[in-house]
């Protein structure tokens, strides 16, 4: 009886033993009580199989090579005479097609949502610079492969030596151990060509090959900037500016990046200080440009048609409005109200209106020439960023419904993208103001009842099936919704949707909720984190049948700016 026990002790304890991942890529111990890895020195990950290297102060690394969706780490110990001197740890992609990240955390290694320095730009050159801190001496540098990319990297400290990053590149001098660029060359290695203008200035038959850049920089005696930029019809440039340093497409105060082919940018309060811009190409471009400078008037934008100009400079406004232009109205619209307007070129106009019902509030834009876009905002003014619903159409009439608005103040901005003379009106309606393309009107809300496999106010998109442990590409525009159905079979207990950006980081937003589609109001699981790439949503429970399919909602957020494809799968993939 006893030899019995025994046996089945041992068949106990060896079922219990957990296998360790890729068995530690025999980098490794396995801890099969566990399941967890312990790497050999210079390896981490869960199976030890992400190479670590320690660098020194001032080494410079050659023929580094990360591939797509994978990592590449080193460790910087500073030793204790190199506390207070920053590290500039500069990369240099060194093949056409690559493109790669860099992240650095203190004491820990850094992933794709945490970090306490990151550059994330597509630029073929980059740096992060990690201050100087006295409590603080070991750092770990991650770099993750967007695409297969080949690079050097160079850890430069004043500490380490006299010398300078890849000796300032022959483009300037090395001055203590720090580079001073001759122009037109600037960076921390002089890598970054900026030539200086003067306004008026013209440049025409300008040519930038894919995601290349070319920048610029001025010096402003007056207030206000303005560029015009014309391309050809199968060009498309953005622009990007930033006060006293180099723009990138993730750091810059001012930014145009429309889809139109003949565009202008106007900022102001630039006097007396350096502004730097950059024109970056979506794809091979030709266009001209020119730069002019001008003392903002405070009356040149016709004082919003809410008052006169008196002493040629300064706006009267009418009872009911506020403002430099008198651009804010200062009372709420009535039901039926209709007010006309004027907004300059990327200048706002504000109104308001006040619910206490659960009929649809329908505003409706008119305007003839120009073009203007809405938005509305519960309870504060929106921007282009911050917005409850939005309509960016080029059409000469848009109308925006606020469904089932409750008892709460709702804001509306229109918005010059060009130049235009208006006609806005709120009104409350009961009916169904959209046609239910794909349903019928439910008159006691208001609202849209969808037919099976088709969502959205208007019940006009279309529903796809989200199927486990297969990937689904999805095209997004900005302001766009994509729906999917996950459907929660009998056995279900878990769920597990994670979308990947390909071409941007925070940008696309991703919803579910059990029985019914989410919107940016109403929702059980979202993931809105603007600083990663790869979005998570996950649950499990033994009621999860019980509760009904899981309808998930991808969403382009105000921060697309460009149509985009996600991936989206339900499972955990190895990323």
Same mark, same amino acid.
């Given at each position: ?170 483009? $300037? ?39 290349? /850049? ?43 990046? $429309? ?14 200080? /350096? ?94 020439? $120009? ?38 103040? /709702?804001?509306?901005?229109?918005? $010059? ?15 169904? +103001?959209?046609?239910?393309?794909? &349903? ?11 037919? +099976? &496999? ?23 525009? +900005? ?97």
């Amino acid at each position: 009886m006893l030899a019995k026990v025994l046996v089945v002790l041992v068949i106990i304890g060896f079922v219990l033993a957990k296998e360790c991942p890729n068995n530690c890529s025999n980098m490794g111990s396995c801890n099969q009580q566990t399941g967890q890895c312990t790497c050999v020195a210079q390896r981490v990950g869960l199976d030890c199989s992400i190479p670590l290297q320690n660098v020194t102060l001032g080494a410079t690394l050659i023929n580094q090579y990360v591939e797509a969706s994978t990592w590449l780490f080193y460790a910087i110990n500073k030793p204790q005479s190199a506390l207070s001197q920053p590290v500039t740890v500069i990369v240099t992609e060194t093949n056409s097609d690559g493109d790669a990240d860099m992240y650095v955390r203190r004491n820990q290694l850094p992933t794709l949502s945490e970090y306490d320095w990151r550059d994330i730009t597509i630029k073929k050159n980059f740096s992060v610079v990690i201050p100087a801190e006295a409590n603080t001496n070991l750092y770990y540098v991650g770099i993750f492969g967007f695409k297969n990319t080949n690079f050097k990297i160079n850890f430069h400290s004043d500490a380490a030596s006299n010398g300078c990053p890849d000796n300032c590149n022959g483009h $300037g001098n090395c001055v203590a151990g720090r580079c001073v660029c001759t122009a037109p060359w600037e960076g921390a290695n002089c890598t970054v060509s900026v030539n200086t203008v003067t306004p008026p200035h013209t440049e025409t038959d300008v040519a930038i090959p894919k995601y290349g /850049w070319i920048y610029f920089k001025v010096r402003p005696t007056t207030n206000e900037l303005i560029w015009n930029v014309t391309e050809t019809a199968e060009s498309d440039v953005d622009i990007y500016v930033k006060k006293g340093g180099i723009p990138s497409r993730v750091n810059f105060d001012y930014a145009e990046t $429309g889809i139109h082919h003949d565009f202008s940018l106007k900022i102001v309060d630039v006097a007396n200080q /350096w502004v730097y811009f950059g024109f970056y190409a979506f794809r091979d471009s030709h266009f001209s440009w020119l730069l002019n400078s001008a003392v903002q008037q405070k009356c040149e934008a016709k004082c919003s048609m809410h008052g006169r100009c008196v002493f040629g400079n300064t706006c009267a406004c009418d009872a009911s409005y506020r403002g430099q232009n008198c651009e804010q109205m200062t009372r709420d619209l009535f039901a039926g109200e209709k007010v006309r307007g004027y907004v300059d070129n990327y200048e706002w106009n504000f109104y308001s209106f006040y619910t206490e019902s659960v009929d649809s509030v329908v505003v409706q834009l008119d305007h003839a020439s $120009g073009d203007c876009d809405l938005y509305v905002r519960n309870e504060t003014n929106p921007t282009r960023f911050d917005y409850s619903y939005r309509d960016l159409s080029l059409n000469n009439s848009v109308t925006l419904i606020v469904p089932d608005p409750g008892h709460k103040h /709702w804001k509306i901005g229109v918005y $010059g993208f060009r130049e235009c003379t208006y006609n806005l009106t709120v009104t409350v309606d009961s009916s169904c +103001p959209q046609r239910c393309v794909h &349903g019928r009107c439910v008159h006691e809300s208001g609202m849209c009842s969808c037919e +099976p &496999g088709w969502a959205g106010e208007s019940c006009d998109i279309a529903v796809a099936e989200l199927v486990s442990n297969q990937v689904v590409n999805v095209q997004i525009n +900005p302001g766009q919704w994509k729906y999917f159905k996950l459907p929660m079979h009998r056995a279900a207990t878990a769920f597990n949707v994670v979308l990947k950006e390909s071409e941007t980081t925070g940008a696309v937003w991703l919803f579910a909720d059990y029985g019914f589609y989410p919107d940016l109001r109403i929702y059980t699981f979202h993931d809105i984190r603007t600083n990663t790439a790869i979005h998570r949503l996950k649950d499990s429970s033994s009621y999860l049948a019980y509760w009904g399919d899981l309808y998930v909602g991808v969403y382009g957020s105000p921060f697309l700016l460009n149509p985009t494809t996600v991936q989206l799968y339900n499972f955990v993939p190895n990323f």
